[in-house]
């Protein structure tokens, strides 16, 4: 059987982004690389969005950018600005397209559906494919979107809504995300951060229709793609091997107050690359312990009252929403972090480190 120098297992964001990365800057040229991902075509079916802190690969791949957005509780809307770090949303589709006419030119880039029809034992392994073990919370951000358009113009595409918390609750967290791609297009996210236990809040279709028609007063529309999804909010468990790094969802790189990881698996991906001639003896990359620890009280907090937390968020974005975004987006320094603490519930944070 066939032997590579490197394997990437799994061909998704992770896998792909890392494969391109090494790609593009040469590192590929005298080595070879095994790409398993099981999926037939690549087709769109992910819609990976983000403030813009640091530069990346694809920004050829985005549909949209914007400068402003909106955040709502009942009866109350913030409008915020991020011109400084602009808010992106990346087309999946074209994403796959870019790098897979890339890797395709380099004859030492493979293709397997399957690891067992390679052999292994030599080679150095990138694993994105996570296995999920639950921890004690279990909570996940779980999720259906819909993109819609109109006849007539509809949306007014300068500003998103990042979190619409103005509907049921359900005893848990809920609110709805809106991206405006143009004047008659936009993508209507149903969100939810809970223990997802029972399918009570899956009945995404219904949910999306109510609040298209009867909160943002929609009736002609039709629905052009949708995507379904849910990221766990606790870190897969996996066991470390010397010639072995998880990548992607499974490495560890999604933030878990929020579900961001497209990226970090970008600056994961440029780490790996700058330093591939020594991998295995290369320090593990990941978010910042300070964001792990303030990660974990806030879903401590989230899974105990899930009632606070629509004015949780409201408040945290009362601060310069700068600072907030560093914040969320790993960037922030001891300021910014204190900020941003400041503005939550003393009390009710002091008490969840006890939980
Ligand atoms: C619908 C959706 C929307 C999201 N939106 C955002 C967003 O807006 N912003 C953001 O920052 N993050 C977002 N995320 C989170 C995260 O960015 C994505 O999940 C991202 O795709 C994670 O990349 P990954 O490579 O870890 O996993 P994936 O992209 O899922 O890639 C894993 C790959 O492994 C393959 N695979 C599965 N089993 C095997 C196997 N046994 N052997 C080999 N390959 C296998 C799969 O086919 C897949 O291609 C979203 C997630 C989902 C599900």
Known sequence: MKEFDYIIIGGGCAGLSLAYELEINDKLKDKTLAIIEPRTEYKRDKTW??????????????????????????????????????????DSGLFYEKINDRLKENKNISHFKDISEINSKNSFIFNSVPSIKKDYLNLWQHFCGVEIETHNNFFDDEIFNLMDFDCDQRESVHFFYTLPYSKTKALVETTWLSKMNDNSQKDYDYQIKDYIENHLNLKNYKITYKEEGAIPLFYPTYEETKNQIN???????????????????????????????????????EIAKKYQFLDDIFLRVLYENPEIMPSIFFKMFKSSPKTVIKF??????????????????KWTFVKALFY
């Open 247 to 285: 990548i992607g969802t499974a490495g560890g790189m999604t933030r878990l107050s929020t579900g961001y990881t497209f990226l970090n698996i970008q600056e994961h991906s440029k780490y790996i690359c700058k330093n591939i001639e020594n991998i295995s003896k290369t320090k593990k990359f």
């Open 328 to 345: 969320l987006s790993n960037k922030s320094n001891f300021l910014e972090d204190l900020s941003v603490i400041l503005k939550m519930p």
């Open 49 to 90: 969005s983000f403030w813009k802190v640091i530069s990346h690969n694809f920004d050829d791949c985005v549909m949209k950018s914007w400068e402003n957005f909106t955040i709502n509780i009942p009866k109350k809307t913030n409008h915020l600005e991020c011109v400084n770090y602009p808010y992106q949303s990346i």
